[in-house]
């Protein structure tokens, strides 16, 4: 029998395929507009504000709101937590394919 698959440094909080996108977009980007997030997710107003807030709740992203002109603007960042937590869930999916790979 084989030995069990460890996905003790999957993170519940990334489960969903928008907090996933969410993430991987701010991994690779200083900061990203809440309307460039939602074009680039193809997600409801609604959706992507949920997530968002879980993952401010958390402390995985921070939230930076100002003005350009008159107009409101948020973006939002990876904290180092978030970046943390990430690389750790990204490791644990990647520990797993490798080990279901290894499966007879």
Known sequence: ???PINITNLNKVFDSRIRLG???TLMV???VGYNELKELLQVTD???ASHLK???ESGFIKVHKGFIGRKTNTTYS???AGEKAFKQHLDG???MIKRTQQLP
């Open 93 to 95: 999916l990647e520990a």
């Open 46 to 48: 609604g959706n992507l």
């Open 22 to 24: 969410i993430m991987s």
């Open 54 to 56: 879980g993952l401010e």
């Open 1 to 3: 029998m084989s030995a």
């Open 78 to 80: 990876a904290t180092k």
């Open 29 to 31: 980007n200083a900061a």
